[in-house]
C-alpha cells in the first residue's frame, strides 16, 4: 500500500525560497527575481508529432523568471534521451529573441520534412548553454512513426455494409479518425503533480477498426493507436506514478531496486502502446446508437476491476517479465510490489462503475454514435494511485 506525505515539500522549498532570495520590483509593479534567470519551456495540449500528418505543430512558449535589460538569444535545440542532438524537429525561428523588458517569447515546432522513424522517438526541447540563463523545465515531446492503418478483410467489409443496411454506418469511424479529449484531474492528490486540479485538452487522431469479436448481429470495433486520444496522457499519469516522483517512488527501497535492476529511469529510452477492443455498438434509437465498452480488468492476479479495458504495452514491463521468466529472484519479487514496472498497478487501476471514493467526482460513463451527425462521443473515469477519486474524461471523435 502506498503512505502519504504529510508534509509537501512545496511548502517546504516555498519556506526556503521566502528565507533566502530577494526580490525586487519591476515599472509595472510585478515581483522581479534577483536570483538566476531560469529558462521554462512549456506548451498546452496534445505534444506529439506523427511522421507524415499535414498541418502538425506544438506552440510552445519559453518563459523567464526575471525580464531582460537587453535583447536576448536562446538558441533552440532537440535531443533525445540520451543527450544527443536530432534533426527530426524544425522551429519557427531560431534562435529565439527575447526583447528588451520582456521575459516571454514564443515559438512553434514542426517536423522536419523528409524525416522518417521506425519507432517513436522521445525528445527533449532545450537551449544552447548560456551563462547567463538556467534551464528550470525543457519541453519533453514525442515523435511518432506514421500510423499504420490495417487494410480490412474482405469479410470485414462485408460486415460493415450488413451494418450500414441496419442503419448502422460504421464506415466513416473506420481508419484515422479526428479525436479531442478533455481531461479534468480534481485537486488533492497525493503528491504535488495532482495537489492542484488541472484540465488538458488533446487533439489527435485514433486508429479504428472492426474487432476480430464483430459478427453480423454484433458491430464491434477496436483502437488500435492513440484510444480515446488518451496515449499520451496515460504515459504522462504512469511516469508521475514512478520514475518522475520524487516524494515516494525515487524514495523507497523496491522502486530503487526495480529501477537499477530494469535500468528503468527519466531517461531511459521506453516505449509505452495502448490499444482498446470489445468496443460494442447496440442497435440505433432514432439513428443513434449507445455503446458498451466498460469491462473487466485484471489488476493483478488476485484482482478484476471494472473499468476502460485498455491494453497497455511497455518496455520497463517487458523486461521485468522476461527477467522472472529466466528465474531471476529480485524480478519475481518485484512482479507484484510497489517497485513494478506494471502500468497496471499504478494507472486505469481501479472501478469506475461505482464511487469507490465519496470525493464528489465520481460520474457514470457513457458511450454513443451519432450517425447523421457522423460523431462518436464517450465520457468516463480513469483513476491513478495519486489522484484524489478520479480523473475526468470526455471524448469527441468527429468522423470525415
Not at 477498426?209 to 504522462?236: H, V
Not at 521485468?320 to 519475481?332: D, V, W
Request: net charge neutral.
Amino acid at each position: 500500500m502506498l503512505y502519504m506525505k504529510f508534509v509537501s515539500k512545496l511548502m517546504i522549498g516555498a519556506f526556503i525560497a521566502l528565507n533566502t532570495v530577494s526580490c525586487s520590483k519591476n515599472d509595472d509593479g510585478t515581483a522581479n527575481y534577483d536570483g538566476e534567470n531560469r529558462v521554462y519551456i512549456t506548451a498546452a495540449g496534445d505534444k506529439t508529432l506523427t511522421i507524415g500528418e499535414e498541418n502538425q505543430k506544438i506552440e510552445a512558449k519559453i518563459t523567464l523568471t526575471t525580464r531582460v535589460n537587453a535583447p536576448m538569444n536562446l538558441r533552440l535545440k532537440a535531443v533525445d534521451t540520451e543527450g544527443k542532438a536530432s534533426d527530426l524537429v524544425v522551429f519557427s525561428s531560431n534562435p529565439i529573441t527575447i526583447a528588451k523588458e520582456a521575459r516571454e517569447a514564443s515559438v512553434t515546432i514542426m517536423l522536419k520534412k523528409g524525416g522518417s522513424l521506425t519507432a517513436e522517438k522521445r525528445l527533449k526541447i532545450t537551449f544552447e548553454a548560456d551563462k547567463d540563463l538556467t534551464a528550470k523545465e525543457d519541453l519533453d515531446i514525442v515523435v511518432k512513426p506514421s500510423l499504420v492503418v490495417a487494410s480490412l478483410t474482405p469479410a470485414q467489409r462485408l460486415l460493415l455494409e450488413g451494418y450500414k443496411a441496419k442503419g448502422m454506418d460504421l464506415w466513416p469511424f473506420i481508419g484515422k479518425v479526428k479525436v479531442q479529449t478533455v481531461i479534468h484531474s480534481s485537486a488533492g492528490g497525493t503528491t504535488e503533480t495532482f495537489a492542484t486540479a488541472f484540465d488538458r485538452t488533446y487533439q489527435g487522431q485514433t486508429v479504428i477498426s472492426l474487432s476480430e469479436k464483430a459478427t453480423e448481429a454484433r458491430p464491434i470495433l477496436k483502437m488500435t493507436d492513440n484510444p480515446m486520444g488518451l496515449t499520451e496522457f496515460l504515459y504522462f499519469l504512469l511516469k508521475k506514478n514512478t520514475i518522475e516522483d520524487n516524494e515516494y517512488f525515487l524514495e523507497q527501497p523496491d522502486p530503487k531496486a526495480a529501477m537499477t535492476l530494469l535500468k528503468w529511469n527519466k531517461v531511459s529510452q521506453e516505449i509505452f502502446k495502448v490499444s482498446l477492443d470489445n468496443i460494442k455498438i447496440e442497435t440505433p434509437t432514432n439513428g443513434i446508437s449507445k455503446i458498451t465498452y466498460i469491462a473487466g480488468v485484471q489488476k493483478d492476479e488476485d484482482t478484476t476491476i471494472q473499468a476502460v479495458p485498455f491494453q497497455m504495452e511497455y518496455t520497463a514491463w517487458e523486461r521485468l517479465q522476461t527477467l522472472a521468466k529466466q528465474n531471476n529472484e529480485e524480478a519475481k519479487r518485484l512482479l507484484a510490489v510497489d517497485g513494478t514496472s506494471n502500468p497496471q498497478h499504478y494507472i486505469n487501476n481501479d472501478n469506475i462503475l461505482t464511487d469507490e471514493y465519496g470525493v464528489g467526482n465520481w460520474k457514470a460513463s457513457s458511450g454513443n454514435i451519432d450517425f447523421a451527425k457522423k460523431t462518436m462521443t464517450f465520457e468516463f473515469l480513469v483513476y491513478h494511485t495519486y489522484s484524489n477519486g478520479y480523473v475526468q474524461v470526455k471524448v469527441t471523435y468527429t468522423a470525415q
